[in-house]
């Protein structure tokens, strides 16, 4: 259950008032995310996603806000925060800060093949693109900062094979930084279910509220890693041409540097140790009411074991 | 027809390169419109309508433009402005200012019965509850300024009935300013050809290169004076059903004030005003190209006479 924080119709009722979008016509809570709040609320205008923000603070909720808001008046499309009658995106709802933003069409693909992977990569692309115009500043909350904080706190709870392979990795990845890649806003946490397709068409990127300023590269190396598998549940290999539709594609609008090809097998590991991590962090240390959700870390220490290992060959476009 | 510059594909796809929008797939000019030269314009990512203007320049257009992103981050549904990777809303192409905005579902409706009349006003105050904290300031290209301008140059074409119902009009209305009434950014234009419905829906209010900054109540009167008649070829009274709808609606949102309701009858005549000098310029002293499309002068004098008649009684709300 992801409701932490009950809203009432006749709540939502009220609050609406504070915006120019008519009447409530329905409000339904959704059962998925594990971080805040969310109901889809249909009023007289349209389609909207209420969230509640159980962690984000007023004081960091602004970056995403904005660039949501950002991305989606460059035609990228994303979620587009809706501004009161104040003007303002953010409010408060039952003591939480709360937002709604658009609720667009379309439904996940959990196996998707060339095609999807093919837009994916040229909407990332221009996702990097027109994120570059953006003057929000965020370090990427699951940085190496936070990579440092969090693996001594999960290590203890692994075995000494994993706990081999945790430090080995934090020893490599301190020894990689990148500090000539291109930066920029990066959504950082583009799986497959952050994604809708409609008609065949990828319809929306939603939740950013993992988005960061980081390099652009690490956000196409998260989603090599969820959505180029062979298998995501039993082979996490990549498969050859899906990653290659991906990387093309993305290529295609946003060539890659020298220096990116260089760090890319670098990235594909710090992407796989940073959803470990946060996996390990969840299923070990949850929060109350979050268990239920927690994934199974195993998926990304697998992933991180693979893209570590001394055979491994990155792929790369073309 | 209403291409002035034409836009070959070529140049339009090197153009597009400056948008995250991806490839160009097709562009279709638009015949209608008699101000701007209009293009359909689809890419990998959407549909878009491209403009060019031909007579506003890059000092107003900012007005409209950012009028229109602030309409519709509010969840109004108008054109939203796609910002290029400078982050700009207005570009140059062909020697023509021009922007690109979001091309909204839906089909006008010509004979719109109560249920239209009623989302229309609803809309119509939502519009402008959500225009009331935009920050920019424009005065109504067509309001009393403009008329002062106006009438002495269309006036020879009249005969002398016509003369002496124009100069009474521009007398009375002389005599009435309002500086009490509500007042801010109003679309000024919002005929039916100007709305969209999808599935009985208000899908979209467009062409919003007529609105600047007037009283609210005399975008009410434009819009009862089109949406609202007995039958728009025949009949120009209102028909009480339609027009007690539309009002309704709108005091629902936005309740009108005491100084509103007094204002009212002559607003109407103004909004008659408006259009009838603009039909009779665009008429008497088209700009080449322009004469295939200019409406009939004829239909708002007689809305005009009909709501200066000493009998007319002016409907309310209620």
Same mark, same amino acid.
């Given at each position: 259950?992801?409701?932490?924080?009950?809203?009432?119709?006749?709540? %939502?009722?009220?609050?609406?008032?504070?915006?120019?979008? /008519?009447?409530?016509?329905?409000?339904?809570?959704?059962?998925?995310?594990?971080?805040?709040? @969310?109901?889809?609320?249909?009023?007289?205008?349209?389609?909207?996603?209420?969230?509640?923000? =159980?962690?984000?603070?007023?004081?960091?909720?602004?970056?995403? %806000?904005?660039?949501?808001? +950002?991305?989606?008046?460059?035609?990228? !499309?994303?979620?587009?925060?809706? *501004?009161?009658?104040?003007?303002?995106?953010?409010?408060?709802? @039952?003591?939480?800060?709360?937002?709604?933003?658009?609720?667009?069409?379309?439904?996940?693909?959990?196996?998707?093949?060339?095609?999807?992977?093919?837009?994916?990569? *040229?909407?990332?692309?221009?996702?990097?693109?027109? /994120?570059?115009?953006?003057?929000?500043?965020?370090?990427?909350?699951?940085?190496?900062?936070?990579?440092?904080?969090?693996?001594?706190?999960?290590?203890?709870?692994?075995?000494?094979?994993?706990?081999?392979?945790?430090?080995?990795?934090?020893?490599?990845?301190?020894?990689?930084?990148?500090?000539?890649?291109?930066?920029?806003?990066?959504?950082?946490?583009?799986?497959?279910?952050?994604?809708?397709?409609?008609?065949?068409?990828?319809?929306?990127?939603?939740?950013?509220?993992?988005?960061?300023?980081?390099? %652009?590269?690490?956000?196409?190396?998260? #989603?090599?890693?969820?959505? #180029?598998?062979?298998?995501?549940?039993?082979?996490?290999?990549?498969?050859?041409?899906?990653? @290659?539709?991906?990387?093309?594609?993305?290529?295609?609008?946003? !060539?890659? $540097?020298?220096?990116?090809?260089?760090?890319?097998? $670098?990235?594909?590991?710090?992407?796989?140790?940073?959803?470990?991590?946060?996996?390990?962090?969840?299923?070990?240390?949850?929060?109350?009411?979050?268990?239920? &959700?927690? &994934?199974?870390?195993? +998926?990304?220490? =697998?992933?991180?074991?693979?893209?570590?290992?001394?055979?491994?060959?990155?792929?790369?476009?073309?």
């Amino acid at each position: 259950m992801s409701v932490f924080t009950p809203v009432s119709e006749s709540q %939502l009722a009220g609050w609406l008032k504070r915006y120019s979008l /008519g009447a409530l016509v329905k409000l339904e809570p959704i059962a998925a995310g594990i971080e805040n709040t @969310n109901y889809f609320v249909t009023t007289a205008q349209g389609a909207y996603v209420l969230t509640l923000f =159980e962690k984000l603070t007023a004081k960091e909720l602004p970056f995403y %806000l904005n660039l949501m808001a +950002h991305l989606a008046r460059h035609g990228i !499309p994303c979620p587009a925060p809706i *501004a009161d009658l104040d003007d303002q995106y953010l409010g408060e709802l @039952n003591g939480k800060p709360a937002a709604l933003v658009t609720r667009l069409p379309g439904k996940s693909v959990m196996k998707p093949g060339r095609g999807e992977c093919a837009q994916l990569g *040229a909407l990332l692309a221009r996702m990097h693109l027109a /994120g570059r115009s953006y003057p929000g500043f965020l370090e990427n909350p699951r940085g190496p900062r936070w990579w440092k904080e969090t693996a001594p706190r999960v290590r203890p709870f692994l075995d000494a094979g994993r706990q081999a392979l945790l430090d080995a990795e934090m020893a490599f990845q301190g020894l990689h930084r990148f500090p000539d890649l291109p930066r920029g806003p990066v959504h950082g946490d583009l799986f497959r279910d952050n994604a809708l397709f409609d008609a065949g068409r990828l319809s929306a990127v939603f939740d950013y509220y993992f988005a960061g300023v980081d390099v %652009l590269l690490f956000d196409v190396a998260v #989603c090599a890693n969820d959505w #180029c598998l062979v298998d995501a549940a039993r082979d996490r290999r990549f498969d050859p041409e899906l990653v @290659n539709a991906f990387l093309s594609e993305y290529a295609a609008v946003r !060539p890659f $540097t020298p220096a990116e090809r260089e760090a890319w097998p $670098t990235l594909l590991r710090a992407a796989a140790l940073r959803f470990w991590l946060s996996r390990l962090y969840d299923f070990h240390l949850p929060r109350p009411g979050e268990l239920v &959700h927690a &994934h199974d870390p195993e +998926h990304f220490r =697998e992933i991180l074991a693979l893209r570590a290992s001394p055979g491994f060959a990155a792929p790369w476009a073309g």
